[in-house]
């Protein structure tokens, strides 16, 4: 049994930066994509970071290209996400999520992650 836990979550201003944690355990194997996502209310969940961990292959949306990193510890079952400068609109529920991947190209599919945690919320103000 595979489970995911997020972290670091909170209130912020607007210009401020938070670091969000992704803790997996169980058996998960070290060939696997790990997804963040995000969903505001009313609006549909978005794929804004993923990480290939055994070779640290990154991807980003544009909305957060340039302030948001991902980053993962040296096993590959902790994985990071770097928020810098927050805008408002960033304002959302944060989810990380896995998936065994023999290829990166797997990745790309984001209705195929198989893993999600319960996630933690990020509240930006002006």
């Known amino acids: 049994q595979v489970q995911l836990m997020e972290s670091g979550g909170g209130s912020v201003q607007a210009g401020g930066a938070l670091r969000l944690s992704c803790v997996a355990s169980?058996?998960?194997?070290?060939?696997?994509?790990v997804g963040w996502f995000r969903q505001a209310p009313g609006k549909e969940r978005e794929t804004i970071a993923r990480?290939?961990?055994?070779?640290?292959?990154?991807n980003y949306a544009d909305s957060v290209k340039g302030r948001f990193t991902i980053s993962q510890d040296v096993t590959g079952n902790t994985v990071y996400l770097q928020l810098n400068s927050l805008e408002t609109e960033d304002t959302a529920t944060y989810y990380c999520?896995?998936?065994?991947?023999?290829?990166?190209?797997?990745?790309?599919?984001?209705?195929?992650?198989?893993?999600w945690g319960q996630g933690t919320q990020v509240t930006v103000s002006s």
């Open positions: 169980g058996n998960i194997d070290d060939r696997k994509c």
């Open positions: 999520a896995a998936r065994p991947a023999p290829t990166p190209f797997l990745c790309t599919l984001r209705h195929s992650y198989t893993y």
């Open positions: 990480i290939y961990t055994p070779r640290g292959i990154t």
